[in-house]
């Protein structure tokens, strides 16, 4: 057999991509070395051979090899270029890497860049050497594919189009190559990633996504293909979910069968493809656990994941190359931390895993100093191994193996363990708990659950975590201030004890010898047990538990077996156990504060109370001294030339607060209204007035809530039309109006806005009783509002909310009493008035809305505003002057008193006739 070795990073414990290793300064001149040949008092199944490196390299790997080992193909480092990125990049230097081939001599063939990438690597050779396949990058830029071919060098694969893939692809990353170097496998880059293989021919195939879900029940994420079958037809492959750490899997993907999941074995978590045999029914590649665990393993469908082991002492292995048949799998193994080293090795179903050491020492093989520290690749036949070696000068080259089968030793090993014990008696307590966590909001009690946990433990603090999401159910939107769960009742009861005993390894040696046995004979290898005697280097161990599995040697060969025997101290403790049960109580008690959402409750009502203002004001321009009444001399004009046309126009502001509700738990509010309103009438006929008025107002609302003020800020221009009959002292009027505009609303940081439209309507009746210069009007009267609210999303803040489209209205009836008593001064007219009225309310009183938090809006709750009296008063003054027959002004006081609520407004403003 024939070796022959080159230098490269292979596979490493982690994960890498195939191709984009970056090559280290090993200041290796090239050159191809023939390494002495064993002594001629020994065999020799194999040889050696030190690869040489392109001209002007600085260092390089070997990874791949052709089907007889007669090819190798690598990685080769060059000194480092000013490289000037896309902006906003900025340049700097870097280490440039190509792909190399060797076809045997002293030269290997520096194969250059593609496409003036400064990053080149292959990934994939055909079973002849003759085609390779790989990727290529720069800075800050995608990867692209490759197919290069003896005959044709480069040829650069298109980008996929999104349409096949789901998304738009920026780049791709070539895995793997069939054995007739047709197809090319690898992964997408950009807004997915997926797997794909691509011919010539055919172009891209999207190898897709499984079925289902992932391990963590959420649909697959991603897939990338790393190796296909000698004809391409059946790929390795690898998938991950949204967590990659618990759901990264292996798989095996047909056209026709899509994909098979291989699941990891227990004590690992996930598991990753990285070769496939030429018929494509053997996959290989890495199990991975929790704190770095890594085991090579092999799958078949008949079989299932085979785990492969480690070498003595070791606790990692990974693969890195297979056989084509998918009998001899290479790779590397060790130990992390304390005593960490690592070794490649090479596993055969017969043989299972030895250090490559072990092979090479086997054979016959003179290194000629070297130390074998990793291994890259096989052959498709077996026989050649590729990997990386230290001189005893120290530096890193790259070797080949080349080893003749039919003459190799049987190598197989076997191992066993020997023990001394002593003993030991320990107490122990084990103490279970029964945790009951009561939530008590406002001591009432609104949950309980019983665990079987601590409370500081998982499930207690789960059902503390419970019991503060039910107080906030039952509270709707009022806030909850939750205390530290207190413990309120604790027993302790004794159940019973227990013996237990096991034995506990202080120390243990591992004592590994060749023990070399020419045939015929029968030897035992595997699984010895446990053994009074330790093998030595002559001979195997005696007095064992288990006969082994025996293993004929033919004459014509010569066993090599690699015993292991594993002497180890245990102590066996026997444990008396005492069981207790700890019963707790706990409480977690909470406080009912404000509610949070008051301003949407208070939209309609602010909406309304403007309404109410504008329909109330028209319904008594001709029945109070600031009317269009008095602003003619008389009825009379109406039909004999006098002043039809009349005008006016005021300003107005309103101050109001609503007063807290404790019961519901709605802070106190304070509010501003400022507006303009102006109109004009006409009197059609003795007695009668109609007209048309507009008003704008914007009113603000202020919930003076300590821990999150609430604001409310309501625009509303509303357009009306009035009219009026008198006949003697009887009259009678009647408005209505429509309104728009909009709600602005905060709590914190939250904000919302709501379109608003209103529509309102007032009639009232009166009648005059003349006292002398007095005139006393008792009247009666109806308003009716209704407001329509938008939905409306709160955007920001802790808790934000959302509500629909709702409308609300309202009625209010009154009966009341006016006093004016016009009088003249220095020729100009005045006319005071004062009023009082007696008001009830029909419908929405206090205000609501009906909304849901945006975190769960399946959640319907209801806003309330603060419970105001159904039953109030109405009262005001006013005075006019006239400063001309046609020219008067005026100003008014108007007040409401209610239960939880007050306003007080003021307006002014001036009147015009013709």
């Known amino acids: 057999m024939r070796l022959a070795v080159w230098s490269g990073a292979g596979r490493g414990r982690k994960a890498r991509r195939p191709g984009r290793a970056i090559v280290r300064r090993w200041g290796l001149a090239a050159c191809a070395l023939a390494l002495p040949g064993p002594q001629a008092t020994a065999q020799s199944y194999g040889t050696a051979t030190v690869l040489p490196l392109p001209a002007g390299a600085t260092g390089g790997s070997a990874s791949l090899v052709n089907a007889d080992g007669t090819v ?81 060098g480069y040829d650069v694969l298109p980008l996929p189009g999104a349409a096949a893939f789901g998304g738009a692809v920026t780049g791709i990353s070539v895995r793997g190559l069939s054995g007739d170097g047709l197809t090319v496998v690898g992964g997408t880059d950009g807004a997915v990633a997926r797997g794909f293989r691509w011919t010539a021919a055919g172009g891209y195939e999207n190898i897709g996504l499984p079925a289902g879900n992932a391990a963590n029940g959420l649909p697959w994420s991603s897939s990338i293909a790393v190796a296909a079958s000698q004809d391409g037809s059946v790929l390795a492959a690898t998938l991950s979910g949204s967590s990659v750490t618990t759901t990264q899997r292996a798989a095996r993907w047909t056209a026709a069968g899509g994909f098979e999941v291989i699941e990891p074995v227990a ?147 076997s191992f066993s363990t020997t023990t001394r014990r002593s003993f030991a008696e320990e107490t122990a307590v084990a103490r279970s708990f029964a945790t009951t966590v009561v939530g008590v909001l406002d001591g009432r009690p609104v949950f309980a659950r019983t665990t079987g946990d601590a409370i500081d433990g998982s499930a207690g603090l789960a059902a503390v975590a419970d019991a503060r999401f039910a107080m906030q159910a039952a509270a709707g939107l009022r806030r909850v201030t939750v205390d530290a769960p207190v413990r309120v009742a604790a027993q302790l009861t004794v ?135 008095e602003m003619a001399t008389g009825p009379e004009r109406a039909t004999a030339g006098g002043a039809r046309w009349q005008v006016f126009g005021e300003a107005f502001g309103r101050q109001s607060g609503l007063g807290a509700d404790a019961s519901r738990g709605i802070a106190r509010s304070s509010g501003d209204l400022a507006g303009l309103a102006g109109g004009i009438g006409y009197r059609a006929a003795p007695g009668i007035l109609v007209g048309a008025a507009l008003q704008w107002g914007n009113s603000t609302m202020r919930v003076k809530d300590p821990i999150v003020p609430e604001r409310l800020a309501v625009d509303l221009t509303q357009i009306g039309l009035f009219g009026s009959f008198r006949d003697g002292p009887a009259s009678l009027g009647a408005s209505l109006a429509y309104g728009t505009g909009r709600a602005r609303t905060g709590i914190g940081g939250a904000m919302a806005g709501r379109g608003v439209t209103t529509f309102s309507a007032a009639a009232r009746l009166g009648y005059d009783l003349s006292f002398g210069p007095l005139v006393v009007t008792p009247d009666l009267g109806l308003r009716y509002g209704a407001v329509r609210a938008g939905g409306f999303a709160e955007m920001g803040g802790s808790v934000p909310l959302v509500g629909s489209r709702e409308t609300i209205d309202a009625t209010r009836g009154w009966l009341g009493v006016s006093f004016a008593a016009p009088f003249r001064h220095d020729g100009m007219a005045f006319a005071p008035r004062a009023y009082l009225r007696l008001t009830h309310d029909f419908g929405a009183a206090g205000g609501r809305a009906e909304v849901a938090f945006a975190a769960l809006p399946g959640m319907a709750l209801t806003a309330f505003g603060p419970g105001i009296g159904r039953f109030g008063a109405e009262f005001g003054a006013s005075v006019e002057a006239r400063l001309t027959p046609q020219i008067g002004i005026f100003a008014a006081y108007d007040g409401r008193l209610a239960e939880r609520f007050q306003s007080h407004t003021a307006s002014g403003g001036l009147r015009i006739v013709w």
């Open 72 to 152: 190798v193909v690598g990685n080769a480092g060059y000194p480092g270029v000013i490289f000037t990125p896309p902006a906003p990049f900025a340049p700097g230097t870097y280490t440039p890497n190509r792909p190399w081939r060797w076809t045997g001599g002293a030269a290997s063939v520096d194969l250059g860049p593609a496409m003036g990438h400064l990053f080149n690597g292959a990934a994939g050779i055909s079973f002849d050497g003759a085609v390779l396949a790989g990727t290529s990058s720069s800075p800050f830029s995608a990867g692209i594919g490759w197919r290069w071919t003896a005959d044709g």
């Open 267 to 413: 004590g690992f978590e996930r598991s990753r493809s990285h070769g496939i045999s030429r018929d494509g029914t053997v996959i290989a590649g890495d199990l991975l656990g929790s704190g770095g665990a890594q085991q090579a393993f092999r799958w078949t469908a008949a079989g299932g994941v085979q785990p492969l082991g480690y070498v003595p002492n070791g606790t990692f292995s990974f693969f890195t190359g297979m056989s084509g048949d998918g009998s001899r799998i290479v790779g590397n193994s060790g130990r992390d931390g304390a005593g960490s080293f690592q070794v490649p090795f090479l596993w055969s179903a017969a043989d299972g895993m030895r250090t490559l050491d072990a092979v090479v020492s086997a054979a016959g093989v003179e290194l000629g100093g070297l130390a074998l520290i990793r291994a890259n690749g096989m052959s498709d036949s077996g026989s050649a191994v590729v990997g990386t070696a230290r001189t005893s000068g120290g530096q890193t080259i790259p070797f080949l193996l080349l080893f003749d089968a039919a003459a190799e030793p049987v190598l197989s090993s």
């Open 495 to 629: 159940t019973g004890t227990s013996e237990t005993t096991r034995d506990v390894v202080t120390s243990s040696v591992v004592t590994v010898n060749s023990i070399a046995t020419h045939g015929p004979t029968l030897i035992a290898t595997g699984d010895r047990g446990e053994c009074t005697v330790a093998g030595t280097a002559t001979a195997g161990p005696s007095g064992c538990s288990r006969p082994g599995t025996a293993l004929i040697i033919a004459g014509s060969r010569t066993s090599i077996n690699t015993h292991a025997n594993t002497l180890s101290d245990v102590m066996t403790i026997r444990t008396v156990t005492t069981h207790e049960r700890q019963d707790e109580t706990w409480e977690v008690r909470g406080r009912l504060g404000n509610q949070i959402g008051t301003v949407h409750a208070l939209t309609g009502l602010v909406a309304l109370d403007q309404a109410d203002r504008f329909v109330r004001r028209l319904v008594e321009l001709d029945s109070t001294p600031s009317g269009l009444r």
